[in-house]
């Protein structure tokens, strides 16, 4: 039985689906808590692991109480009013008090029972199991979170009126995953989410008090975006408790990279952002703040570093994630301009590709709406940027630097990590990606390496080169041979394509290597193929050595190389997407440009598993084996 088990999270929907086998519960205002029970010892988990078993010595002798040997439950620690409601602020006096008698947990999920891992059973099964054991015990303080059968629109009525959070959705017939899911959806009542609280405002000239809280969220690359300001309302003894605490987080600058300004009437005090409230707000402004925020209480059991801004996900009639209409995230700028993902885009309408007459705003659209899938691949990884300010039958133009422009969402990265060179940029957010837009960027490139360790590549790719006349049944066969080679050797790989003509392979490795043993051992590889199919590969670069043969470029591997990021658009005719493919869908794999921006948007939201499933999780690294395997001196 593991020691620890991350929670699976909700997300925030618009609207409850229309159709398929969904559950609903009550959305509790509590904290969420992982219990594991075993032979006997129960441990408390928060939803960041932290252990406060000892903070609720009666919850903990409840949950002993169960007639298990072993078992995992999931639920949430509410405190309840007279009137049998959760009552979040009772919940945190009780904590400060040290008083915890009282706190309920009701309990929605079982994952392990009598050391059987029940996560991969649906969710109504391992309820029903669930149901049957907490019967057996009767204790009032582990009750069972029932669900409802009424419509879901009417349930979200209900906890508005008896206020209530909301509801939470579940697929009766999904098994449990952790991390954020859409197989658990939340409705609110309000919205409402956390912020981190970067500083606060007071009466200039006063020793003391607090006006309102600065709050803020992290940005994806790491920086914390101001997102407005509230009232806390806190009673004599709070507000002495945040003097206190806020003292020792004090510091001369602000933590928000677009701080606010202090005025004449007030003076701003700025804090580590390590502490955080929750806050309801009515929605955010057009300039990313929060309109009417009102304070509810600070966090103990969260961290700072998780807390980013809660975008709520369109969905369709049965559940799945819809693809964002063009107005969502997209307004009227000025001056004729459209402002995507916070970015001003101008010439929206000129045209990029003659070809299929895609306009600028177009390549801008995907770009926002492919973000969740395509930053992971970029996230601090140097980028080679192809510029086509006049559209691709222009001026193409490479560009590694800032060159004195300000791109909007872009980040340098430190100077002394690529010396004697103007700083690297990386694209860590959707902001990013509408600002390269917006300079007429079209292709992103990425290094072999992730900042800050720029010394030692995390990946090597082989670029397959086909010679143009050569059949497409070719390139498929090369693919194919050369992930046998890598499987023969003892390499996981992973296939896309390049949105050109041919296929990248992608082999992930630990960091241990450096960039000439990486670049050796890819070139032996390259060779080895070349020597073991002569007819078919070629290691040596130059067309009249590829003629009827594939040359395999192992010359992306240097430190300073790149090549075109998953989901990358290509300034070719057409405008083709470079697009991760599983192994298994190898031949039905048409051409190497086969996915637009539009098929490739239709695509992920389509997808039923990850085809590069596993990437993240692949642990390798050249050893002396391999190294022997293609021809290597030891």
Same mark, same amino acid.
């Given at each position: 039985m593991p020691s620890l088990i991350e929670p699976q999270l909700a997300t925030l929907v618009n609207r409850p689906p229309a159709a398929g086998a969904w559950s609903y519960e009550i959305k509790f205002d509590g904290y969420r808590l992982m219990c594991r029970v075993n032979s006997g010892k129960v441990t408390i988990f928060t939803r960041n692991g932290h252990d406060w078993t000892d903070r609720m010595p009666k919850l903990r002798d409840a949950i002993a109480a169960l007639p298990v040997d072993t078992a995992w439950l999931d639920g949430e620690g509410v405190v309840l009013d007279a009137s049998g409601r959760p009552d979040f602020n009772a919940l945190q006096n009780a904590?400060?008090?040290?008083?915890?008698?009282?706190?309920?947990?009701?309990?929605?999920?079982?994952?392990?029972?009598?050391?059987?891992?029940i996560r991969e059973q649906p969710l109504q099964s391992r309820r029903n199991l669930l149901r049957n054991l907490l019967v057996q015990l009767d204790e009032p303080l582990l009750r069972f979170s029932e669900d409802f059968d009424e419509d879901p629109a009417s349930l979200v009525a209900s906890a508005c009126k008896l206020k209530l959070e909301g509801i939470i959705g579940k697929r009766a017939d999904a098994p449990y995953r952790s991390g954020r899911s859409p197989d658990w959806i939340k409705l609110k009542c309000n919205r409402s989410q956390e912020f981190v609280v970067g500083g606060f405002s007071r009466a200039r000239g006063a020793r003391g008090g607090v006006q309102k809280l600065l709050l803020g969220v992290f940005e994806k690359d790491g920086s914390l975006r101001y997102?407005?300001?509230?009232?806390?309302?806190?009673?004599?003894?709070?507000?002495a408790a945040f003097s206190e605490h806020a003292h020792g987080l004090a510091q001369p600058e602000s933590a928000f990279y677009n701080p606010p300004t202090p005025d004449r009437d007030r003076e701003l005090i700025w804090l580590r952002p390590e502490m955080v409230a929750e806050v309801a707000f009515l929605e955010w402004t057009p300039g990313g703040e929060l309109r009417h925020a009102t304070f509810r209480a600070f966090r103990e059991d969260k961290p700072a570093t998780a807390v980013t801004a809660e975008p709520v996900a369109s969905i369709g009639p049965d559940g799945s994630r819809e693809r964002p209409r063009a107005s969502d995230g997209e307004r009227?700028?000025?001056?004729?301009?459209?402002?995507?993902a916070g970015v001003s885009i101008s010439n929206a309408s000129r045209v990029i590709d003659d070809a299929t007459g895609l306009k600028k705003i177009d390549v801008t659209r995907y770009y926002t709406e492919v973000a969740e899938w395509a930053l992971p691949w970029l996230h601090n990884r140097p980028l080679t940027l192809v510029r086509a300010p006049d559209g691709i039958k222009g001026g193409l133009f490479f560009q590694k630097h800032a060159d004195k422009m300000r791109i909007q969402g872009v980040s340098e990265l430190p100077k002394e990590l690529h010396p004697r060179h103007p700083?690297?940029?990386?694209?860590?957010?959707?902001?990013?990606?509408a600002g390269l837009a917006q300079m007429g960027v079209i292709e992103l490139h990425s290094w072999n390496a992730v900042a800050p360790d720029l010394e030692h590549p995390d990946r090597v790719i082989f670029d397959l080169d086909p010679d143009p006349q050569l059949a497409w049944s070719a390139m498929l066969d090369a693919a194919s041979l050369v992930k046998?080679? &890598?499987?023969?050797?003892?390499?996981?790989?992973?296939?896309? =394509?390049?949105? $050109?003509?041919?296929?990248?392979?992608?082999?992930?490795?630990?960091?241990?290597?450096?960039?000439?043993?990486?670049?050796?051992?890819s070139k032996a590889v390259a060779q080895h193929i070349a020597r073991v199919l002569p007819d078919r590969f070629s290691a040596v670069l130059g067309p009249k050595n590829r003629v009827g043969k594939i040359f395999i470029d192992y010359l992306r591997n240097s430190r300073g190389a790149s090549t075109v990021a998953p989901f990358s658009v290509r300034a070719r005719p057409g405008m083709a997407v470079s697009m991760p493919i599983a192994w298994d869908e190898l031949r039905e794999v048409k051409r190497g440009d086969e996915w637009s921006m539009h098929g490739a948007i239709v695509r992920q939201r389509s &997808?039923?598993?990850?085809?590069?499933?596993?990437?993240?999780? =692949?642990?390798? $690294?050249?050893?002396?084996?391999?190294?022997?395997?293609?021809?290597?001196?030891?």
């Open positions: 904590f400060d008090r040290r008083s915890t008698a009282e706190i309920t947990m009701f309990a929605f999920d079982l994952l392990f029972l009598n050391g059987t891992d997102a407005g300001s509230v009232q806390p309302y806190l009673k004599p003894r709070a507000t009227p700028g000025p001056r004729n301009k459209v402002v995507v700083p690297l940029l990386v694209a860590n957010s959707a902001e990013a990606l046998v080679v &890598l499987d023969e050797v003892g390499l996981k790989s992973f296939v896309k =394509t390049s949105g $050109g003509k041919g296929f990248h392979i992608v082999v992930p490795l630990t960091r241990r290597q450096g960039w000439a043993e990486t670049k050796e051992f &997808l039923g598993a990850d085809p590069w499933a596993g990437y993240w999780q =692949t642990r390798q $690294g050249v050893n002396a084996a391999m190294r022997r395997a293609v021809g290597m001196k030891p």
